[in-house]
């Protein structure tokens, strides 16, 4: 045949023999066999070099392996490909502040939600940065935010605790933390959490009583 009749069917196979590799990597992080899912991420993109997804899961692993100028560079070659695409955006979020550059995770996520603002982890992210960066009452927008669109999401109703303690509002810390236990009874640092904001609330209490009593 042809070589322009075989281009069609070599394209084709070369990029199913792609997306194998990636989804084996995807399968060997999930069990934490991070070396290996780099190895197989690599010959994915070594196959398909154009493979956003492919690339945009490089970067993850690398973070996973707290390698994170490597993470960031492949990171850069996924979105130098599509910048559009929000799981990759999602992604450098989680490097800037995993090197604690906050404010360059801000901004990131603020990008990557304003491409997929349905994505309940990305708001549940972005509340840690800002509670990182000290702005409560925002931090604490975006956990319920990412509560709203995912209920269930234990990291959220925490990060929502917190950004209550933050603020001085103990009472629907509390109440916080234990949607958190009820969802996940093993959570230690919602217990410890729901500890201090108890102890600050008693303490609140017990001064406001002090205050009320008359001077003699």
């Known amino acids: 045949p042809p070589r322009s009749t075989l281009f069609p069917y070599t394209t ?15 399968s060997l992080t ?6 290996e899912a780099l190895a197989s991420i690599n010959r994915a993109v070594g196959i398909q070099p154009d493979y956003v997804a492919a690339h945009n899961h490089r970067s993850t692993i690398f973070w996973y392996l707290n390698r994170y100028p490597e993470a960031l560079a492949a990171n ?7 910048d559009t695409y929000a799981p990759a955006w999602f992604t450098r979020g989680l490097i800037f502040r995993a090197t604690g550059e906050y404010g360059h995770a801000l901004a990131t996520y603020n990008r990557a939600l304003a491409l997929n603002p349905f994505n309940d982890w990305g708001w549940t992210n972005r509340s840690l940065v800002l509670w990182q960066l000290e702005q409560y009452e925002e931090a604490l927008e975006s956990a319920e935010r990412a509560i709203a669109l995912n209920s269930e999401s234990v990291q959220a109703w925490y990060n929502k605790g917190v950004a209550l303690s933050a603020l001085g509002e103990y009472e629907g810390a509390i109440a916080t933390y234990d949607n958190v236990l009820i969802l996940d009874a093993t959570h230690d640092n919602a217990l410890t959490g729901r500890g201090i904001a108890l102890f600050h609330l008693r303490s609140e209490e017990h001064t406001s009583e002090l205050q009320s009593r008359p001077h003699i």
């Open 76 to 82: 850069q070659q996924a979105l130098y490909l599509d």
């Open 30 to 35: 999930g069990t934490q066999h991070y070396e």
């Open 12 to 26: 084709l196979f070369r990029s199913t023999l792609a997306k194998a590799w990636n989804e084996r990597s995807i």
